[in-house]
């Protein structure tokens, strides 16, 4: 019987290569994102694959649950819940951040994804599998000047996930979390707000992961046998690595 993932923000990057990557494998989906549009359009471009869309913003509590509890039946025994909408705004030090912008990530990245994850759990749970998948970051493992609430979030992304596994110890339920690096999506158009240029210039001249690298990280995590757990996947273009620890003089 055809495996089916759902799929938070499946209408740009990560996700949408994730869709196209399972639906090749012949998984059911069910993506979801604010634009509608896009939605109905990936589905088209997936055809034959079954694919049911969910149109919500995942910082809407109820609407989180009411995409679980509307599923139709063909697609309601989640196999894999990817956690993967989510979004940075701004690169200002802390002190000159715009308070929205960190209530935004806060309620994309943090609230949403444990309002999917809390709708989902109990039927994964009672199946005795499953397995979340959620988008983390290297922001979460390492500071770096501007990352300050992103990176935030995306720490308690990483420690959610590792809670999640202890309390799910005895049933067949996985979680990982992928943590990725520098990777050309939609991500920095969105970080400054529709600055394209502002954008390219952070891909300029290196060779950064692609969707299609993480949908693949993310296909191999959930396709290992179900006795094993990947508990966390840090994944960067080998032309990223880590810098010296900063030193103000005086
Ligand atoms: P994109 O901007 O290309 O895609 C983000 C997706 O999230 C879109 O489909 C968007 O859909 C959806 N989304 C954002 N906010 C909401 C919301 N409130 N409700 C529902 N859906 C929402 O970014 P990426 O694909 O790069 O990012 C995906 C995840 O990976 C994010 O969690 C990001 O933090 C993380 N990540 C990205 C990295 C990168 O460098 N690209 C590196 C590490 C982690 P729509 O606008 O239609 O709602
Ligand atoms: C995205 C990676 O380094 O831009 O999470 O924060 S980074």
């Given amino acids: 019987m055809a495996k089916t993932i759902l799929i938070t923000g499946a209408t740009a990057g990560f996700g949408q290569a994730m869709a196209r990557r399972f639906a090749a494998e012949g998984w059911n989906l069910v993506i979801t994102g604010r634009r509608a549009q896009r939605l109905e359009e990936l589905k088209a471009a997936l055809s034959p694959a079954k694919v049911h869309t969910v149109n919500f913003d995942v910082r809407d509590r109820e609407a989180c649950a ?73 922001a979460g493992n390492y500071p770096y000047p501007g990352g300050n609430c992103y990176g935030g979030t995306k720490a308690f992304v990483n420690h959610f996930s ?22 050309e999506t939609e991500f920095s158009v969105v970080r400054f707000k529709g600055d394209k240029a502002a954008a390219d210039k952070v891909y300029e001249g290196t060779r950064p992961i692609t969707a299609d690298d993480i949908a693949e990280c993310v296909f191999w995590t959930t396709n290992l046998p179900a006795h094993v757990n990947i508990n966390s996947l840090e994944v960067m273009p080998v032309q990223q690595a880590f810098a010296p620890f900063a030193i103000a003089r005086d």
């Avoid at 809670?163 to 690096?181: Q, W």
């Fill in 66 to 138: 009411k995409a679980i509890e509307d599923l139709p039946a063909e697609f309601a025994a989640i196999d894999v819940l990817v956690n993967n909408a989510g979004l940075a705004l701004g690169l200002e030090p802390a002190q000159a951040c715009d308070l929205d912008d960190w209530e935004t990530m806060i309620d994309t990245n943090i609230k949403g994804l444990t309002f999917m994850t809390r709708a989902v759990l109990p039927g994964m749970v009672e199946r005795n599998a499953g397995h979340v998948v959620n988008l983390g970051s290297v």
């Fill in 162 to 183: 590792k809670n999640l596994r202890a309390d799910l110890l005895g049933t067949g339920v996985r979680v990982t979390n992928i943590e990725p690096g520098l990777c």
